[in-house]
Protein backbone atom coordinates (compact mmCIF):
# COMPACT_ATOMS: atom_id res chain seq x y z
CA UNK A 1 0.00 0.00 0.00
CA UNK A 2 2.85 2.05 1.22
CA UNK A 3 4.87 1.55 -2.38
CA UNK A 4 1.77 1.79 -4.32
CA UNK A 5 0.97 5.25 -2.57
CA UNK A 6 4.35 6.94 -3.35
CA UNK A 7 4.42 5.50 -6.97
CA UNK A 8 0.95 7.05 -8.00
CA UNK A 9 1.76 10.51 -5.89
CA UNK A 10 5.47 10.72 -8.67
CA UNK A 11 2.68 9.80 -11.26
CA UNK A 12 3.09 5.94 -12.14
CA UNK A 13 -0.02 4.14 -12.96
CA UNK A 14 -0.30 1.36 -10.39
CA UNK A 15 -2.90 -1.01 -9.25
CA UNK A 16 -2.70 -2.79 -5.98
CA UNK A 17 -4.79 -5.97 -5.56
CA UNK A 18 -5.79 -6.89 -1.84
CA UNK A 19 -7.42 -10.54 -1.72
CA UNK A 20 -10.23 -9.81 1.11
CA UNK A 21 -13.12 -7.84 1.24
CA UNK A 22 -11.29 -6.01 3.85
CA UNK A 23 -8.32 -4.89 5.88
CA UNK A 24 -10.09 -5.81 9.15
CA UNK A 25 -8.04 -9.25 10.55
CA UNK A 26 -7.33 -9.40 14.05
CA UNK A 27 -3.88 -10.37 15.31
CA UNK A 28 -1.62 -8.46 12.97
CA UNK A 29 1.18 -6.08 13.57
CA UNK A 30 0.23 -2.63 15.15
CA UNK A 31 3.31 -1.13 16.10
CA UNK A 32 3.82 1.82 13.99
CA UNK A 33 7.83 3.06 15.12
CA UNK A 34 9.03 6.41 14.98
CA UNK A 35 10.84 5.70 11.59
CA UNK A 36 7.27 5.08 10.18
CA UNK A 37 5.78 7.88 11.98
CA UNK A 38 8.45 10.19 10.50
CA UNK A 39 7.54 9.24 7.11
CA UNK A 40 3.83 9.81 7.69
CA UNK A 41 5.38 13.42 9.10
CA UNK A 42 7.40 13.99 5.87
CA UNK A 43 4.17 13.26 3.41
CA UNK A 44 2.45 15.88 5.74
CA UNK A 45 -0.24 13.08 6.89
CA UNK A 46 1.03 12.84 10.16
CA UNK A 47 -1.54 15.11 12.01
CA UNK A 48 -4.58 12.97 10.48
CA UNK A 49 -2.75 9.69 11.35
CA UNK A 50 -2.63 10.20 14.86
CA UNK A 51 -6.02 11.09 14.95
CA UNK A 52 -6.68 7.37 14.44
CA UNK A 53 -7.18 5.68 18.12
CA UNK A 54 -4.11 5.00 19.34
CA UNK A 55 -2.22 3.77 22.21
CA UNK A 56 1.67 5.47 22.77
CA UNK A 57 4.63 3.17 24.29
CA UNK A 58 7.57 5.66 25.42
CA UNK A 59 9.52 2.20 26.24
CA UNK A 60 9.36 -0.86 26.30
CA UNK A 61 10.31 -2.72 29.67
CA UNK A 62 11.06 -6.15 31.19
CA UNK A 63 10.91 -8.28 34.48
CA UNK A 64 12.97 -11.66 34.23
CA UNK A 65 12.43 -13.18 37.48
CA UNK A 66 12.10 -10.45 40.39
CA UNK A 67 14.19 -8.25 38.15
CA UNK A 68 12.85 -5.03 36.72
CA UNK A 69 14.63 -3.23 33.89
CA UNK A 70 14.02 -0.76 31.25
CA UNK A 71 15.21 -2.25 27.29
CA UNK A 72 14.51 0.29 25.61
CA UNK A 73 13.59 4.07 25.40
CA UNK A 74 11.85 6.07 22.30
CA UNK A 75 11.67 9.41 24.65
CA UNK A 76 15.46 10.93 23.48
CA UNK A 77 15.12 10.17 19.94
CA UNK A 78 16.14 12.83 16.98
CA UNK A 79 12.81 12.47 15.22
CA UNK A 80 9.22 14.28 15.66
CA UNK A 81 7.45 11.36 17.17
CA UNK A 82 9.23 9.97 20.39
CA UNK A 83 6.92 7.09 20.90
CA UNK A 84 5.85 3.73 19.25
CA UNK A 85 1.73 4.22 17.85
CA UNK A 86 -0.18 1.03 18.71
CA UNK A 87 -2.76 1.52 15.87
CA UNK A 88 -5.07 -1.35 15.08
CA UNK A 89 -3.71 -2.67 11.21
CA UNK A 90 -7.03 -2.24 9.74
CA UNK A 91 -7.59 1.55 10.67
CA UNK A 92 -3.84 2.00 9.60
CA UNK A 93 -4.63 0.69 5.87
CA UNK A 94 -7.85 2.22 5.56
CA UNK A 95 -6.23 5.41 6.14
CA UNK A 96 -3.59 5.38 3.19
CA UNK A 97 -5.82 3.38 1.33
CA UNK A 98 -8.36 6.49 1.47
CA UNK A 99 -5.27 9.25 0.86
CA UNK A 100 -4.09 6.79 -2.36
CA UNK A 101 -8.08 6.74 -3.83
CA UNK A 102 -7.62 10.77 -4.29
CA UNK A 103 -4.79 10.37 -7.07
CA UNK A 104 -5.29 9.55 -10.42
CA UNK A 105 -2.90 7.04 -10.83
CA UNK A 106 -3.78 4.85 -8.00
CA UNK A 107 -6.23 1.86 -8.25
CA UNK A 108 -7.00 -0.86 -5.78
CA UNK A 109 -8.97 -3.80 -6.08
CA UNK A 110 -10.64 -5.70 -3.21
CA UNK A 111 -11.68 -10.17 -3.13
CA UNK A 112 -8.82 -9.87 -6.09
CA UNK A 113 -6.19 -12.66 -5.06
CA UNK A 114 -2.93 -12.97 -7.44
CA UNK A 115 -2.96 -16.99 -8.02
CA UNK A 116 -0.26 -17.10 -10.33
CA UNK A 117 2.21 -15.18 -12.64
CA UNK A 118 1.91 -14.45 -16.68
CA UNK A 119 5.09 -15.05 -18.37
CA UNK A 120 6.49 -13.25 -21.56
CA UNK A 121 9.53 -15.89 -22.39
CA UNK A 122 11.37 -15.83 -19.34
CA UNK A 123 9.97 -12.17 -18.18
CA UNK A 124 7.47 -11.78 -15.76
CA UNK A 125 4.84 -9.74 -17.85
CA UNK A 126 1.86 -9.87 -15.06
CA UNK A 127 -0.53 -11.72 -12.56
CA UNK A 128 -3.45 -14.51 -13.04
CA UNK A 129 -6.41 -12.90 -10.33
CA UNK A 130 -9.05 -14.56 -9.02
CA UNK A 131 -11.95 -12.00 -8.35
CA UNK A 132 -15.85 -12.46 -7.40
CA UNK A 133 -16.38 -12.30 -11.52
CA UNK A 134 -14.38 -15.14 -12.31
CA UNK A 135 -10.67 -15.60 -13.42
CA UNK A 136 -9.16 -12.76 -14.91
CA UNK A 137 -5.11 -11.32 -16.36
CA UNK A 138 -3.87 -7.90 -15.36
CA UNK A 139 -0.55 -6.99 -17.56
CA UNK A 140 1.89 -5.18 -16.11
CA UNK A 141 5.59 -3.44 -16.68
CA UNK A 142 6.32 -4.54 -13.02
CA UNK A 143 4.60 -7.04 -10.91
CA UNK A 144 5.96 -6.51 -7.05
CA UNK A 145 4.94 -9.16 -4.45
CA UNK A 146 4.06 -7.65 -1.21
CA UNK A 147 2.11 -10.94 -0.37
CA UNK A 148 3.88 -11.69 3.06
CA UNK A 149 5.64 -14.57 4.44
CA UNK A 150 3.29 -17.22 2.68
CA UNK A 151 3.58 -15.50 -0.82
CA UNK A 152 2.38 -16.86 -3.59
CA UNK A 153 4.06 -14.40 -5.81
CA UNK A 154 7.27 -15.77 -4.88
CA UNK A 155 6.34 -19.57 -4.77
CA UNK A 156 5.07 -19.37 -8.45
CA UNK A 157 8.39 -17.21 -9.43
CA UNK A 158 10.52 -20.21 -8.52
CA UNK A 159 13.13 -18.04 -5.92
CA UNK A 160 15.28 -19.57 -3.99
CA UNK A 161 14.25 -19.60 -0.38
CA UNK A 162 16.61 -19.38 2.82
CA UNK A 163 15.28 -20.40 6.16
CA UNK A 164 17.04 -20.30 9.25
CA UNK A 165 15.15 -22.44 12.10
CA UNK A 166 13.31 -20.84 14.77
CA UNK A 167 13.10 -22.66 18.37
CA UNK A 168 9.74 -20.56 19.47
CA UNK A 169 6.40 -19.83 18.46
CA UNK A 170 3.67 -17.40 19.85
CA UNK A 171 -0.11 -17.66 21.26
CA UNK A 172 -1.36 -14.42 20.87
CA UNK A 173 -4.78 -13.53 23.01
CA UNK A 174 -6.61 -10.61 24.51
CA UNK A 175 -7.49 -10.17 28.05
CA UNK A 176 -9.05 -7.28 29.75
CA UNK A 177 -6.64 -4.37 31.28
CA UNK A 178 -7.15 -2.27 34.11
CA UNK A 179 -6.59 1.51 34.19
CA UNK A 180 -3.84 0.58 37.49
CA UNK A 181 -2.22 -1.81 34.88
CA UNK A 182 1.35 -0.93 33.62
CA UNK A 183 1.14 1.13 30.52
CA UNK A 184 4.38 0.44 28.60
CA UNK A 185 5.06 -2.57 26.68
CA UNK A 186 5.97 -4.79 28.97
CA UNK A 187 7.63 -8.50 28.68
CA UNK A 188 7.63 -10.86 31.72
CA UNK A 189 10.02 -14.20 32.03
CA UNK A 190 9.58 -16.90 34.74
CA UNK A 191 8.97 -20.44 35.20
CA UNK A 192 9.86 -21.52 31.68
CA UNK A 193 7.79 -18.92 29.88
CA UNK A 194 7.65 -16.00 28.38
CA UNK A 195 4.62 -12.96 28.11
CA UNK A 196 4.43 -9.97 26.36
CA UNK A 197 2.02 -7.95 27.71
CA UNK A 198 0.47 -4.84 24.94
CA UNK A 199 -1.20 -2.23 25.99
CA UNK A 200 -4.46 -1.55 23.31
CA UNK A 201 -6.08 0.05 26.06
CA UNK A 202 -9.15 -1.30 27.61
CA UNK A 203 -7.47 -4.80 26.79
CA UNK A 204 -3.89 -5.81 26.43
CA UNK A 205 -3.10 -7.73 23.06
CA UNK A 206 -1.06 -10.52 25.01
CA UNK A 207 1.70 -13.29 23.62
CA UNK A 208 2.85 -16.56 24.96
CA UNK A 209 6.14 -17.07 23.66
CA UNK A 210 6.23 -21.26 23.53
CA UNK A 211 8.43 -24.17 22.15
CA UNK A 212 8.21 -24.42 18.07
CA UNK A 213 4.93 -26.69 17.75
CA UNK A 214 4.45 -27.13 21.23
CA UNK A 215 1.53 -25.89 21.06
CA UNK A 216 -0.85 -29.15 20.76
CA UNK A 217 0.70 -30.41 23.70
CA UNK A 218 -0.04 -27.20 25.38
CA UNK A 219 -3.79 -28.46 24.07
CA UNK A 220 -3.87 -31.58 25.67
CA UNK A 221 -2.89 -30.04 29.10
CA UNK A 222 -6.13 -28.22 28.84
CA UNK A 223 -7.55 -24.30 29.24
CA UNK A 224 -7.20 -24.26 33.01
CA UNK A 225 -3.62 -25.23 33.34
CA UNK A 226 -2.61 -22.79 30.29
CA UNK A 227 -4.47 -20.13 32.56
CA UNK A 228 -2.20 -20.71 35.30
CA UNK A 229 0.64 -21.11 33.79
CA UNK A 230 -0.39 -16.88 32.75
CA UNK A 231 -1.35 -16.27 36.72
CA UNK A 232 2.14 -17.90 37.64
CA UNK A 233 4.05 -15.68 35.35
CA UNK A 234 1.49 -12.67 35.76
CA UNK A 235 0.42 -12.41 38.75
CA UNK A 236 -1.82 -9.12 38.15
CA UNK A 237 -4.09 -11.30 35.65
CA UNK A 238 -5.12 -13.62 38.40
CA UNK A 239 -8.83 -11.91 38.39
CA UNK A 240 -9.26 -12.13 34.73
CA UNK A 241 -7.59 -15.37 33.08
CA UNK A 242 -11.20 -16.98 33.24
CA UNK A 243 -12.47 -14.77 30.40
CA UNK A 244 -10.44 -17.19 28.61
CA UNK A 245 -13.05 -19.92 27.90
CA UNK A 246 -12.12 -21.15 24.96
CA UNK A 247 -9.32 -22.24 23.00
CA UNK A 248 -10.28 -20.39 19.36
CA UNK A 249 -9.67 -17.13 21.83
CA UNK A 250 -5.90 -17.91 21.33
CA UNK A 251 -4.18 -17.80 17.79
CA UNK A 252 -1.15 -19.32 16.99
CA UNK A 253 1.61 -17.33 15.07
CA UNK A 254 3.81 -19.59 13.98
CA UNK A 255 7.17 -17.59 13.49
CA UNK A 256 9.44 -18.09 10.85
CA UNK A 257 12.19 -15.85 9.45
CA UNK A 258 13.54 -16.50 6.16
CA UNK A 259 14.83 -14.42 2.99
CA UNK A 260 14.83 -15.26 -0.50
CA UNK A 261 18.10 -15.30 -1.79
CA UNK A 262 17.16 -13.31 -4.80
CA UNK A 263 14.39 -10.59 -4.36
CA UNK A 264 14.20 -10.11 -8.30
CA UNK A 265 13.73 -11.30 -11.93
CA UNK A 266 12.71 -9.69 -15.05
CA UNK A 267 9.34 -8.01 -14.38
CA UNK A 268 9.45 -8.86 -10.88
CA UNK A 269 10.40 -7.42 -7.55
CA UNK A 270 9.66 -9.11 -4.31
CA UNK A 271 9.81 -6.76 -0.90
CA UNK A 272 8.82 -6.94 2.57
CA UNK A 273 7.41 -10.39 4.18
CA UNK A 274 7.23 -11.75 0.87
CA UNK A 275 11.64 -11.33 0.34
CA UNK A 276 12.54 -11.94 4.01
CA UNK A 277 10.20 -13.13 6.73
CA UNK A 278 10.75 -11.18 9.91
CA UNK A 279 10.15 -12.37 13.57
CA UNK A 280 7.71 -10.53 16.10
CA UNK A 281 10.65 -9.55 18.02
CA UNK A 282 10.54 -6.15 18.51
CA UNK A 283 7.38 -5.60 16.42
CA UNK A 284 9.50 -3.93 13.18
CA UNK A 285 7.57 -5.95 10.58
CA UNK A 286 5.97 -3.37 9.77
CA UNK A 287 7.96 -0.62 9.60
CA UNK A 288 10.77 -3.07 7.79
CA UNK A 289 7.88 -2.96 4.97
CA UNK A 290 7.70 0.25 4.66
CA UNK A 291 11.43 0.97 4.72
CA UNK A 292 11.51 -1.25 1.87
CA UNK A 293 8.74 0.31 0.41
CA UNK A 294 10.50 4.03 0.18
CA UNK A 295 13.98 2.42 -0.88
CA UNK A 296 12.09 0.50 -3.95
CA UNK A 297 9.81 3.97 -4.94
CA UNK A 298 13.00 5.97 -5.08
CA UNK A 299 15.39 3.57 -6.86
CA UNK A 300 12.09 2.82 -9.33
CA UNK A 301 10.87 6.02 -10.01
CA UNK A 302 13.09 7.32 -12.55
CA UNK A 303 12.91 4.20 -14.72
CA UNK A 304 9.01 3.83 -14.52
CA UNK A 305 8.57 7.93 -15.24
CA UNK A 306 11.73 8.18 -18.01
CA UNK A 307 10.43 4.83 -19.44
CA UNK A 308 13.79 3.55 -18.77
CA UNK A 309 14.47 -0.56 -18.88
CA UNK A 310 12.97 -1.43 -15.43
CA UNK A 311 15.06 -4.87 -14.67
CA UNK A 312 18.70 -3.15 -14.67
CA UNK A 313 17.43 -1.09 -11.37
CA UNK A 314 15.52 -4.12 -9.41
CA UNK A 315 19.12 -5.08 -8.39
CA UNK A 316 19.56 -1.95 -6.52
CA UNK A 317 16.38 -2.03 -4.29
CA UNK A 318 18.17 -5.27 -2.61
CA UNK A 319 21.11 -3.88 -2.22
CA UNK A 320 19.82 -1.32 -1.07
CA UNK A 321 17.97 -3.26 2.09
CA UNK A 322 20.08 -6.12 2.50
CA UNK A 323 22.09 -5.22 5.33
CA UNK A 324 19.39 -3.67 7.14
CA UNK A 325 17.44 -6.50 6.96
CA UNK A 326 20.37 -9.22 7.83
CA UNK A 327 21.24 -7.63 10.63
CA UNK A 328 17.87 -7.34 11.99
CA UNK A 329 16.79 -10.87 11.35
CA UNK A 330 20.27 -12.33 13.01
CA UNK A 331 19.07 -10.37 16.01
CA UNK A 332 16.06 -12.13 16.15
CA UNK A 333 17.46 -15.03 15.84
CA UNK A 334 19.63 -14.47 19.00
CA UNK A 335 16.66 -13.41 21.09
CA UNK A 336 14.96 -16.73 20.51
CA UNK A 337 17.97 -18.63 20.74
CA UNK A 338 18.02 -16.55 24.50
CA UNK A 339 14.35 -16.87 24.99
CA UNK A 340 14.41 -20.96 24.00
CA UNK A 341 16.72 -21.58 27.26
CA UNK A 342 14.40 -20.50 29.57
CA UNK A 343 12.02 -23.36 28.33
CA UNK A 344 14.37 -25.61 29.97
CA UNK A 345 13.85 -24.07 33.48
CA UNK A 346 9.80 -24.46 34.83
CA UNK A 347 11.15 -23.05 38.16
CA UNK A 348 11.63 -19.70 39.77
CA UNK A 349 14.50 -17.64 37.78
CA UNK A 350 16.82 -15.44 38.46
CA UNK A 351 18.07 -12.86 35.94
CA UNK A 352 21.45 -13.35 34.29
CA UNK A 353 24.20 -11.26 35.02
CA UNK A 354 24.32 -10.67 31.71
CA UNK A 355 21.35 -9.12 31.40
CA UNK A 356 21.60 -7.07 34.59
CA UNK A 357 25.02 -5.94 33.55
CA UNK A 358 23.81 -4.98 29.86
CA UNK A 359 20.70 -3.05 30.89
CA UNK A 360 22.85 -0.85 33.58
CA UNK A 361 25.60 0.52 30.68
CA UNK A 362 25.28 3.90 30.68
CA UNK A 363 23.31 4.69 27.28
CA UNK A 364 22.20 0.91 26.60
CA UNK A 365 18.70 1.98 26.75
CA UNK A 366 18.36 5.32 24.47
CA UNK A 367 20.92 2.92 21.74
CA UNK A 368 18.12 -0.28 21.99
CA UNK A 369 15.30 2.57 21.56
CA UNK A 370 17.24 4.11 18.33
CA UNK A 371 17.54 0.62 17.00
CA UNK A 372 14.19 -0.70 17.78
CA UNK A 373 12.61 3.01 16.89
CA UNK A 374 14.29 4.11 13.76
CA UNK A 375 16.23 0.68 12.82
CA UNK A 376 19.81 0.73 10.24
CA UNK A 377 20.19 2.78 7.66
CA UNK A 378 16.22 4.44 8.10
CA UNK A 379 14.96 5.97 4.56
CA UNK A 380 12.76 8.79 3.92
CA UNK A 381 10.76 10.50 1.41
CA UNK A 382 11.93 13.99 1.53
CA UNK A 383 13.77 14.16 -2.13
CA UNK A 384 10.82 11.46 -3.85
CA UNK A 385 9.29 13.02 -7.39
CA UNK A 386 6.23 13.97 -6.13
CA UNK A 387 6.73 14.58 -2.48
Given at each position: MMLGYLLARAGVQVTVLEKHRDFFRDFRGDTVHPST??????????????????????????????????????????VRCRFVALMPQWDFLNFLAGRARQLPG??????????????????????????????????????????????????????????????????????SRESTDPEQLLGRVNYGKALILINRGDYFQAGMIIRKNSFEQIKQAGLPAFRDSLVRIAPLLSDRVDELRDWDQIKLLSVQINHLRCWHRAG?????????????????????????????????????????????????????????????????RQAHLALARVFDHPGPLAAPWQLKLFVRIPGVQRFMGRLIGIGLRPEHVRNLPGV
Open positions: LQVFSELGLLEDLLKLPHQRITSASGVFGGFEFTMADFSHLPFRIEMEHEATDLLWNGARVAGVTVQTPSGTQTIEADLVIGCDGRHSTIRRCSGFEVIDTGVPIDVLWFRILLCIGDAAHAMSPAGGVGINVAIQDAIAAARILIPALLGNHPIDGVLARVQRRRQFPVRVIQQMQ
